[in-house]
């Protein structure tokens, strides 16, 4: 049990932007260490479409969409790696550590985790989920505490941010004109996107990764017939896990190889040494990405992005073996086509949307029901209003290649100087420019457990009004008819104002 009566009804806040596995994970492992460290606090869990534990990976209910690394390597706790299976086991699922889960079930997974966390912080530790979209983030000097604003008219007065905002919307397709927007679905992983297009009509998907593997998935599960088009420049596909995954090839790279060509050919040298073994050689590879992208220089991880990042995603970023024999049995079928090339253009006709597509240099038309933005989360942070509007505030500065938040090795977010923040914080996909492999589940609970620890010494510093006075928490939410409070939301309000001290109101 946590102790709390040093905080005399005072409790500091962590307010967590963003509540899918990298809010979640944050939110679970500063519990754990506010038990061990006894440290009280209110844990604020911020969601915008209310989708607290599962975020867009995991808020699916398609039974076909798996998770992409077997169960014996997603448990969410850092120091226990047989957590998942046990949890699937006590709830009655047959699993061994090879197995492939749903995402849906994994998604019950990271709730029951949250919710087993904060019971076990008892009544020092609470968290809170609200569903609402964060506006803005504002400091009145660079030492005092956040105020999280809410696109509704409310706020968050924190000790503590973290920015667990997950992977950006995809780029818009600029050939995808005005007047079918209607048949062209932007963001898939939107809640409700993929509802209207299992109609039976044509889908193109533009991308051929991880999305498009998705979406292929649903569209002809919920009708049969229906056609895909997956296009791409490369026409390359996620390939499939080996099962049984044998172990790791440890990577020996040297000290000296800090250029691109040189990793390269360190990598090409491992796999022919390996006799082809490529899995085991990635699997070997992977924890010293982070590292070994910070030996390379701007232009060499340009280059890494404009030509190898796409050979490398496909072999990282493998599939479960059961779906790679599903799509390979959509394309002998016919019912997936992959076409080589580019979307050149669309035309409007008889409610359908013709796409002009310049395959390897031939011009084809494909006549198609509905357009799908599959190419993944955009490349330019800056298009995100929200980390834009911190960019201008000069709280955070995107990364040197524009892919998100520029921040220290231990997730401290940058500010527009270049200093670290002592209260604004980072972790997941957000960092995929500074560490490049970040996305996983394996690499952010990591980054989870070791942002805990900072997050208890920036609460534990002290949270100062502007006059320079302890402040109590103060949150408030605006009632609107355009964004509603969340009842959750309500509740923090109502608890806020019980429980601050010397505080008479709370400012909107």
């Given at each position: 049990?946590?102790?709390?009566?040093?905080?005399?009804?005072?409790?500091?806040?962590?307010?967590?932007?963003?509540?899918?596995?990298?809010?979640?994970?944050?939110?679970?492992?500063?519990?754990?260490?506010?038990?061990?460290?006894?440290?009280?606090?209110?844990?604020?869990?911020?969601?915008?479409?209310?989708?607290?534990?599962?975020?867009?990976?995991?808020?699916?209910?398609?039974?076909?969409?798996?998770?992409?690394?077997?169960?014996?390597?997603?448990?969410?706790?850092?120091?226990?790696?047989?957590?998942?299976?046990?949890?699937?086991?006590?709830?009655?699922?047959?699993?061994?550590?090879?197995?492939?889960?749903?995402?849906?079930?994994?998604?019950?997974?990271?709730?029951?985790?949250?919710?087993?966390?904060?019971?076990?912080?008892?009544?020092?530790?609470?968290?809170?989920?609200?569903?609402?979209?964060?506006?803005?983030?504002?400091?009145?000097?660079?030492?005092?505490?956040?105020?999280?604003?809410?696109?509704?008219?409310?706020?968050?007065?924190?000790?503590?941010?973290?920015?667990?905002?997950?992977?950006?919307?995809?780029?818009?397709?600029?050939?995808?004109?005005?007047?079918?927007?209607?048949?062209?679905?932007?963001?898939?992983?939107?809640?409700?996107?993929?509802?209207?297009?299992?109609?039976?009509?044509?889908?193109?998907?533009?991308?051929?990764?991880?999305?498009?593997?998705?979406?292929?998935?649903?569209?002809?599960?919920?009708?049969?017939?229906?056609?895909?088009?997956?296009?791409?420049?490369?026409?390359?596909?996620?390939?499939?896990?080996?099962?049984?995954?044998?172990?790791?090839?440890?990577?020996?790279?040297?000290?000296?190889?800090?250029?691109?060509?040189?990793?390269?050919?360190?990598?090409?040298?491992?796999?022919?040494?390996?006799?082809?073994?490529?899995?085991?050689?990635?699997?070997?590879?992977?924890?010293?990405?982070?590292?070994?992208?910070?030996?390379?220089?701007?232009?060499?991880?340009?280059?890494?992005?404009?030509?190898?990042?796409?050979?490398?995603?496909?072999?990282?970023?493998?599939?479960?073996?059961?779906?790679?024999?599903?799509?390979?049995?959509?394309?002998?079928?016919?019912?997936?086509?992959?076409?080589?090339?580019?979307?050149?253009?669309?035309?409007?006709?008889?409610?359908?949307?013709?796409?002009?597509?310049?395959?390897?240099?031939?011009?084809?038309?494909?006549?198609?029901?509905?357009?799908?933005?599959?190419?993944?989360?955009?490349?330019?942070?800056?298009?995100?209003?929200?980390?834009?509007?911190?960019?201008a505030a000069g709280l955070g500065r995107p990364d040197p290649l524009g892919l998100?938040?520029?921040?220290?090795?231990?997730?401290?977010?940058?500010?527009?100087?270049?200093?670290?923040?002592?209260?604004?914080?980072?972790?997941?996909?957000?960092?995929?420019?500074?560490?490049?492999?970040?996305?996983?589940?394996?690499?952010?609970?990591?980054?989870?457990?070791?942002?805990?620890?900072?997050?208890?010494?920036?609460?534990?510093?002290?949270?100062?009004?502007?006059?320079?006075?302890?402040?109590?928490?103060?949150?408030?939410?605006?009632?609107?008819?355009?964004?509603?409070?969340?009842?959750?939301?309500?509740?923090?309000?109502?608890?806020?104002?019980?429980?601050?001290?010397?505080?008479?109101?709370?400012?909107?």
């Amino acid at each position: 049990m946590v102790d709390s009566s040093t905080t005399q009804g005072r409790l500091p806040v962590v307010a967590i932007v963003g509540g899918g596995a990298s809010g979640t994970l944050a939110a679970v492992h500063l519990l754990r260490q506010a038990v061990s460290s006894r440290t009280p606090m209110r844990v604020v869990l911020v969601d915008r479409y209310g989708r607290h534990g599962l975020g867009q990976a995991y808020a699916t209910d398609d039974p076909g969409h798996l998770l992409n690394a077997c169960a014996d390597k997603m448990s969410a706790i850092a120091d226990d790696p047989g957590h998942l299976l046990r949890w699937a086991r006590r709830n009655g699922l047959d699993v061994a550590g090879s197995d492939f889960l749903p995402r849906m079930v994994y998604g019950r997974y990271l709730r029951d985790v949250l919710a087993a966390a904060e019971s076990q912080a008892s009544h020092g530790a609470h968290v809170t989920r609200v569903t609402a979209e964060v506006s803005a983030i504002t400091r009145s000097f660079p030492s005092a505490a956040p105020v999280v604003h809410l696109s509704g008219g409310g706020r968050i007065d924190a000790d503590a941010v973290v920015l667990a905002t997950g992977n950006s919307r995809p780029a818009p397709l600029s050939q995808v004109v005005r007047d079918v927007q209607a048949r062209y679905v932007g963001d898939p992983w939107a809640p409700g996107a993929l509802t209207g297009i299992g109609d039976g009509a044509p889908v193109l998907v533009v991308g051929t990764g991880l999305t498009m593997i998705d979406v292929a998935i649903t569209v002809t599960r919920s009708r049969p017939g229906t056609k895909v088009y997956a296009l791409s420049r490369h026409g390359l596909l996620p390939r499939a896990h080996r099962c049984p995954a044998g172990p790791p090839i440890p990577m020996s790279i040297p000290d000296d190889a800090t250029r691109l060509a040189d990793l390269l050919a360190a990598v090409r040298a491992a796999v022919k040494s390996g006799d082809g073994d490529w899995h085991a050689v990635i699997d070997g590879l992977r924890p010293h990405v982070p590292a070994l992208w910070g030996r390379l220089g701007l232009d060499d991880r340009r280059r890494f992005l404009g030509l190898v990042a796409r050979y490398w995603e496909v072999h990282r970023h493998r599939i479960p073996p059961s779906t790679a024999s599903l799509i390979a049995r959509l394309r002998m079928t016919g019912r997936l086509e992959v076409v080589r090339g580019r979307l050149a253009g669309t035309t409007a006709a008889d409610g359908e949307v013709i796409a002009h597509v310049d395959e390897d240099g031939t011009p084809r038309d494909l006549r198609v029901g509905w357009v799908v933005n599959g190419t993944g989360p955009s490349s330019d942070v800056t298009r995100d209003p929200f980390l834009s509007g911190l960019f201008a505030a000069g709280l955070g500065r995107p990364d040197p290649l524009g892919l998100g938040l520029d921040a220290d090795d231990a997730g401290a977010v940058l500010d527009a100087g270049g200093r670290p923040s002592e209260r604004i914080f980072t972790l997941g996909p957000t960092l995929r420019g500074t560490r490049y492999e970040t996305t996983a589940i394996p690499e952010i609970r990591t980054q989870a457990a070791g942002l805990a620890p900072r997050l208890i010494t920036a609460i534990r510093s002290g949270r100062r009004t502007d006059a320079g006075q302890y402040a109590a928490v103060s949150l408030s939410f605006r009632h609107s008819a355009s964004a509603p409070a969340s009842w959750a939301a309500v509740q923090l309000a109502s608890t806020a104002r019980r429980s601050a001290v010397g505080e008479p109101g709370s400012a909107v």
